[in-house]
């Protein structure tokens, strides 16, 4: 029996490591639609109202020192599984990056955003920390129509001017903004 035969008798691709792989004529697409709705079952936001925005605009995390502790194993598994996720949705990349920055001492305000993230979606963040007033930049690399790699960082400086942003589209032109 032939490798290649072997291969076509196990049938079409439709999971692959916690991914749903769909396929048609237009192309391949990948999506973890059963596994968000798996983790929103398995911390009990199953029934949870969607919201617009994974974290309103006006809110900013700090350490609270003074808030309520929170089970740190609990919101280190709901960090975990969002950065799962982030693999078919990197438009929550920045703000769960941003809760798991305080893994090692929980809060009840720091659970509530990690609660929105679940329920919404989006991303945006400028001078976000209101620590050091640092922005979080990020880019997405995409080959053709796929995104192959994004990534999202903490700026180094704070930024005293914008700059203009300069792209070349697929077909040579160069677009400002």
Same mark, same amino acid.
């Given at each position: 029996?032939?490798?290649?035969?072997?291969?076509?008798?196990?049938?079409?691709?439709?999971?692959?490591?916690?991914?749903?792989?769909?396929?048609?004529?237009?192309?391949?697409?990948?999506?973890?639609?059963?596994?968000?709705?798996?983790?929103?079952?398995?911390?009990?936001?199953?029934?949870?109202?969607?919201?617009?925005?994974?974290?309103?605009?006006?809110?900013?995390?700090?350490?609270?020192?003074?808030?309520?502790?929170?089970?740190?194993?609990?919101?280190?598994?709901?960090?975990?599984?969002? +950065?799962?996720?982030?693999?078919?949705?990197?438009?929550?990349?920045?703000?769960?990056?941003?809760?798991?920055?305080?893994?090692?001492?929980?809060?009840?305000?720091?659970?509530?955003?990690?609660?929105?993230?679940?329920?919404?979606?989006?991303?945006?963040?400028?001078?976000?920390?209101?620590?050091?007033?640092?922005?979080?930049?990020?880019?997405?690399? +995409? +080959?053709?129509?796929?995104?192959?790699?994004?990534?999202?960082?903490?700026?180094?400086?704070?930024?005293?001017?914008?700059?203009?942003?300069?792209?070349?589209?697929?077909?040579?032109?160069?677009?400002?903004?």
């Amino acid at each position: 029996m032939s490798r290649e035969f072997e291969m076509s008798f196990m049938g079409e691709l439709r999971f692959f490591l916690g991914l749903q792989i769909k396929q048609d004529l237009e192309g391949t697409f990948v999506h973890q639609a059963k596994y968000t709705r798996d983790i929103l079952k398995k911390f009990n936001m199953g029934d949870s109202k969607p919201m617009t925005t994974p974290m309103s605009t006006n809110t900013a995390l700090d350490a609270d020192e003074y808030g309520e502790a929170v089970d740190q194993k609990e919101f280190r598994g709901m960090i975990g599984s969002l +950065l799962y996720l982030t693999a078919t949705r990197p438009d929550i990349q920045f703000v769960v990056c941003l809760c798991a920055r305080y893994q090692a001492s929980p809060r009840t305000s720091h659970r509530q955003a990690v609660k929105r993230i679940f329920r919404g979606f989006s991303d945006a963040d400028h001078a976000g920390c209101r620590i050091d007033r640092k922005s979080t930049s990020g880019t997405c690399q +995409l +080959l053709g129509t796929s995104l192959v790699s994004w990534s999202s960082r903490k700026q180094a400086s704070v930024s005293l001017s914008t700059t203009k942003r300069v792209y070349v589209n697929p077909r040579n032109e160069l677009i400002e903004s």
